[in-house]
């Protein structure tokens, strides 16, 4: 298979799983089953982990863990800062009595486990890895962090800047798709934490 035949089909491949994914969250809505986002894509990620194995070098030790976790880390810092803290004030945070433990739970292991994963392998694997065989590894950066950006359409600046560092993380640092889940997962939680606690009690 020639160099753009594989390219072509990986971004394909990611398009196809996004779609699916989209087609079964419906269904998981429409049929009130909760959980379905998380479980849909816990299962595409693993179909996709088995059809595209990664190519990096697998990074194991406490290393590349701890730099995930600074990683993510610092894009919660930089959501707080830039979006959450401009928008408090207009920003309506969910009363305790609006969520149970169940609800928080779901919410983590969407926000945190699934969601990072299926998009760390789908764009930032396949369709990041496809346009750079085509475009670059620069250009294929900017379009897959625009279309982030656009799919962040209350924080597209942030998105746009998460993506960025995300790509440069797989690119030029040859951090897996679970490293890069790690990052993504531990942003989420804190974007999470920051709505469950009314702004971390800024709101009043």
Avoid at 154 to 176: D, E, H, I, Q, V
Wanted: charged share 10%; net charge positive; proline share 2%.
């Amino acid at each position: 298979m020639n160099k753009k035949s594989l390219a072509l089909g990986e971004i394909g491949v990611a398009m196809l799983a996004t779609l699916l994914a989209g087609g079964l969250s419906e269904l998981g809505a429409r049929f009130e089953i909760r959980g379905a986002d998380a479980i849909q894509q816990i299962a595409l990620f693993l179909v996709l982990m088995k059809c595209y194995p990664e190519r990096l070098a697998n990074q194991s030790g406490i290393t590349p863990l701890l730099f995930s976790i600074f990683t993510g880390s610092l894009l919660g810092a930089v959501w707080i800062l830039a979006v959450g803290l401009p928008n408090l004030g207009n920003t309506k945070f969910p009363a305790a009595t609006d969520f149970s433990a169940v609800d928080i739970a779901l919410g983590v292991l969407t926000a945190g486990v699934a969601a990072p994963l299926f998009e760390k392998k789908v764009v930032r694997q396949l369709m990041l890895d496809g346009l750079s065989r085509l475009v670059g590894r620069f250009a294929s950066s900017l379009v897959t962090s625009a279309a982030f950006g656009l799919f962040h359409a209350n924080s597209m600046l942030w998105g746009c800047f998460a993506s960025l560092l995300l790509c440069f993380c797989a690119l030029r640092l040859n951090m897996t798709s679970v490293q890069r889940a790690i990052a993504h997962g531990i942003c989420n939680i804190l974007i999470l934490l920051w709505y469950l606690t009314g702004g971390l009690g800024l709101s009043g």
